[in-house]
């Protein structure tokens, strides 16, 4: 029997970037919930974006944001986990180095870029839907008092590649951190103890959930983890190869609705 649904959402429930669902998810999500099922969006924004995205059914959710760094539910912080502040900076500013890329950073109040990346400032607002503010430096301006819960590295067509020359190396591995590719734009640096998995294998331990009554979907690196904590792992149809290798289902693509034909089917079987 299913008791949760995970999702990763951008590149799985809709484009990257993307600020519209299918108004039928809603339908499935709140008839799910009906039948005992939760339905859970797990996914490397966060909490500002996903609650407007998901507004018609914020209190019927899970919410597992920036990448397993915080946990929510009906606007209960379940968990949190941050990056140590001096350890972020120095990230940024290696970042701010490399040619044709800038920063984001997802922090517990806000949002951040620097002055001048217009282009990400715009998608981030625009697309995402996010809460950001503006720094005249990066990352001298970040505010004190505001927990960091991850850093992520941008470029407009090719993240993965500039940073495996050199930043990858350096960083994988490293004992507070963990790295990972999440988009063609997007490398994401995450606290150690949080990530997709992690935070969704708590929550399972917490509330008596196994394996085998979870259901999952996503399309990229950082989806690995919460994918081999549910027996039924889908790939989308657009997910990285190695996503597809590693799922027991390949479910049709993003912009076909392929979760939404799962969910379909969920529904039907629990009856």
Not at 170 to 175: D, I, S
Not at 231 to 253: C, H, P, Q, W
């Amino acid at each position: 029997m299913i008791k949760l649904i995970c999702s990763d959402v951008d590149g799985t429930l809709v484009p990257d970037g993307g600020h519209e669902l299918n108004p039928e998810y809603f339908m499935q999500i709140r008839r799910l919930k009906k039948a005992g099922i939760l339905f859970a969006a797990v996914s490397g924004r966060s909490y500002s974006s996903l609650k407007k995205l998901f507004a018609p059914v914020i209190d019927d959710i899970l919410f597992i944001c920036d990448n397993g760094a915080r946990t929510i539910y009906r606007g209960n912080l379940l968990s949190c986990c941050t990056i140590r502040r001096d350890l972020a900076l120095d990230i940024v500013r290696e970042i701010e180095e490399l040619p044709g890329c800038t920063t984001y950073i997802s922090a517990m109040k806000d949002g951040y870029v620097k002055e001048g990346a217009d282009e990400l400032y715009q998608w981030l607002t625009e697309g995402y839907e996010l809460d950001i503010i503006k720094l005249k430096r990066m990352p001298e301006d970040l505010p004190a008092n505001d927990g960091i819960l991850s850093v992520e590295m941008y470029h407009p067509t090719d993240a993965e590649g500039i940073a495996h020359q050199g930043l990858y190396q350096k960083w994988h591995g490293h004992r507070e951190l963990q790295l990972v590719c999440a988009g063609k734009q997007w490398m994401n640096f995450t606290p150690i103890n949080a990530d997709k998995g992690i935070a969704l294998s708590d929550f399972q331990n917490r509330y008596g959930i196994t394996p085998g009554e979870t259901m999952a979907f996503g399309d990229n690196l950082n989806d690995a983890s919460m994918l081999l904590r549910a027996d039924l792992s889908y790939a989308i149809g657009n997910a990285r190869k190695e996503i597809k290798s590693m799922t027991r289902f390949v479910a049709d693509t993003n912009l076909n609705d392929g979760v939404l034909q799962i969910l379909r089917r969920v529904k039907a079987n629990s009856h």
